[in-house]
T-cell receptor
Framework: AQKVTQAQTEISVVEKEDVTLDCVYETRDTTYYLFWYKQPPSGELVFLIRRNSFDEQNEISGRYSWNFQKSTSSFNFTITASQVVDSAVYFCALSESGRGSTLGRLYFGRGTQLTVWP | DARVTQTPRHKVTEMGQEVTMRCQPILGHNTVFWYRQTMMQGLELLAYFRNRAPLDDSGMPKDRFSAEMPDATLATLKIQPSEPRDSAVYFC??????????????FGPGTRLTVL
């Protein structure tokens, strides 16, 4: 069963628009960890944020913000005032607490290609 | 700025040849992961190690793939014999288990493998 679903395959916006990337996850664990990674055209995977299941506080980092809602199993990512440099594929990922570790395998969604036009 | 390094960055080979990919984790990290990215399957785990011991290799085709950590500063992924369906980007990631809320894995730049 797919553990992470990113329903938006591609999103296009014009610079300065706000954009939200959706992520829905599935797990039976009570303790789990959620992540967002960015993959720019150069191909590397850049870590953006980690959220723990017991911490539902939303987070803001500059133009980026994350909305974690356990009730709907969602972990959405919003970019405010988007810029051309934000163009990339964004991956949501889930890690479960198997083996009693806080650092386990990641289950990735299929990614959302974000294109920001000037 | 500590980073995960991977070599080679690109590899083109012919079907049947052996391929070895290398990864140098961030110094001090005790967990190393190998992932593969393809258009069809997306990003999927092949194997991972903690303190050089394999913890999970369920994603790896056992007949042709092997992963090892000869020492704490080197992880290798071998394919023998390679097949065209192995063409993908192979990512190595490393992290340090401290049992805290910030345990995270950091990715290398990837090895783009093309098997003709």
């Amino acid at each position: 069963a797919q553990k992470v679903t990113q329903a938006q395959t591609e999103i296009s916006v014009v610079e300065k628009e706000d954009v939200t990337l959706d992520c829905v996850y599935e797990t039976r664990d009570t303790t789990y960890y959620l992540f967002w990674y960015k993959q720019p055209p150069s191909g590397e995977l850049v870590f953006l944020i980690r959220r723990n299941s017991f911490d539902e506080q939303n987070e803001i980092s500059g133009r980026y913000s994350w909305n974690f809602q356990k009730s709907t199993s969602s972990f959405n990512f919003t970019i405010t005032a988007s810029q051309v440099v934000d163009s990339a594929v964004y991956f949501c990922a889930l890690s479960e607490s198997g083996r009693g570790s806080t650092l386990g395998r990641l289950y990735f969604g299929r990614g959302t290609q974000l294109t920001v036009w000037p | 700025d500590a980073r995960v390094t991977q070599t080679p960055r690109h590899k083109v080979t012919e079907m049947g040849q052996e391929v070895t990919m290398r990864c140098q984790p961030i110094l001090g990290h005790n967990t190393v992961f190998w992932y593969r990215q393809t258009m069809m399957q997306g990003l999927e785990l092949l194997a991972y190690f903690r303190n050089r011991a394999p913890l999970d290799d369920s994603g790896m085709p056992k007949d042709r793939f092997s992963a090892e950590m000869p020492d704490a500063t080197l992880a290798t992924l071998k394919i023998q014999p390679s097949e065209p369906r192995d063409s993908a980007v192979y990512f190595c990631a490393s992290g340090l288990v401290q049992g805290g809320p910030t345990d995270t894995q950091y990715f290398g730049p990837g090895t783009r493998l093309t098997v003709l």
